[in-house]
């Protein structure tokens, strides 16, 4: 007979223990390697989707020393690169840029939250222009390209002031010929 058979009852029903124990054991770990391994890629999946329309070049970098191996770092390799020569040309726009250059800013890069901030910058450059000409004329070309626009109430008052300074001058004149015809 085989040596379990030999043994008394206890030591038999000891090591049957064990043995189960120790299945039981590496069922866990497996279980549970399993499921670390998955966490993680479910872990990059939540860092590479939090990567969208995310502008902070440390998370792409995060990202990349994190997930070497992941099947989207080439891809988030290139949008890093993208997007450090996009910051590196806002960055210079911010300095000198004109009306033009921030449209051609948005023709090259298709990014919802830079486009804003261009309309913006624009809107405020045509505004400048608008008060340095300081005539009707151009106020009203203001409030037709952005009659919602941050300074369209600022637009109708310059307006409204330089109608009222018109009337004045126009009623000064008005008096002074009829004063010389008296």
């Keep these: 007979e085989g040596a379990l058979f030999s043994m008394d009852k206890k030591t038999r029903n000891y090591l049957i223990a064990i043995a189960i124990l120790l299945f039981v054991a590496g069922f866990g770990l497996g279980y549970l390697t399993c499921s670390l391994l ?8 939540y860092a590479y989707e939090a990567l969208a329309d995310n502008h902070n070049l440390a998370d792409y970098d995060a990202f990349l020393d994190d997930y070497p191996d992941s099947p989207h770092f080439v891809e988030v390799k290139q949008r ?3 997007l450090e020569e996009m910051l590196g040309e806002w960055n210079q726009l911010l300095q000198i840029g004109t009306i033009g250059d921030y449209l ?17 910058k624009i809107d405020s450059l ?8 300081d005539t009707r004329e151009a106020y009203d070309r203001y409030l037709r390209k952005y009659p919602d626009g941050t300074y369209a109430s600022e637009a109708s008052v310059a307006i409204e002031l330089l109608d009222r300074k018109a009337a004045e001058k126009a ?3 008005l008096a002074a010929d009829t004063l010389a015809e008296e």
């Design 38 to 45: 998955r966490g993680s890629s479910v872990n990059e999946q």
């Design 80 to 82: 890093r690169e993208r």
């Design 104 to 120: 051609n800013f948005k023709s090259n890069y298709d990014d919802k939250f830079y486009n804003r901030l261009c309309d913006l």
């Design 126 to 133: 045509e505004w400048c222009i608008a008060m340095r000409l």
């Design 171 to 173: 009623a000064q004149a």
